[in-house]
Nanobody, 120 residues
Framework: QVQLVESGGGLVQPGGSLTLSCTAS????????IAWHRQAPGKEREEVSC????????RTTYATSAKGRFTISRQGNTVYLQMKNLKPEDTGIYYC?????????????WGQGTQVTVSA
């Protein structure tokens, strides 16, 4: 059974940093693309970043709002999202999702999410 578990969320001041983790069980993570999505209060869920499978060279993508501040990486069965220079608009629930196709865009399974709050 595919399972994704997010961790690392919390409360941080503007300008601060957090690293989120998405740990997979039940499958070999490297065969899948993994994306981080964010749902801010009152807004639709948006894709923040994605990393493709090893078969697709671990290509990475970032939303415009995340470029230069967020870095996605993977090690073993965990995908990380390093977030720096956080802004209040980065507040939301962060979900990781997997794609069995190995490429970013359509996702089959989702984690339960981890809350990130950026506030002074």
């Amino acid at each position: 059974q595919v399972q994704l578990v997010e961790s690392g969320g919390g409360l941080v001041q503007p300008g601060g940093s957090l690293t989120l983790s998405c740990t997979a069980s039940g499958f070999t993570l490297d065969w899948y693309a993994i994306a981080w999505h964010r749902q801010a209060p009152g807004k639709e869920r948006e894709e923040v970043s994605c990393i493709s499978s090893s078969a697709h060279d671990h290509r990475t993508t970032y939303a415009t709002s995340a470029k230069g501040r967020f870095t996605i990486s993977r090690q073993g069965n965990t995908v990380y999202l390093q977030m720096k220079n956080l802004k209040p608009e980065d507040t939301g629930i962060y979900y990781c999702a997997s794609s069995g196709w190995g490429t970013c865009g359509e996702y089959d399974d989702w984690g339960q999410g981890t809350q990130v709050t950026v506030s002074a």
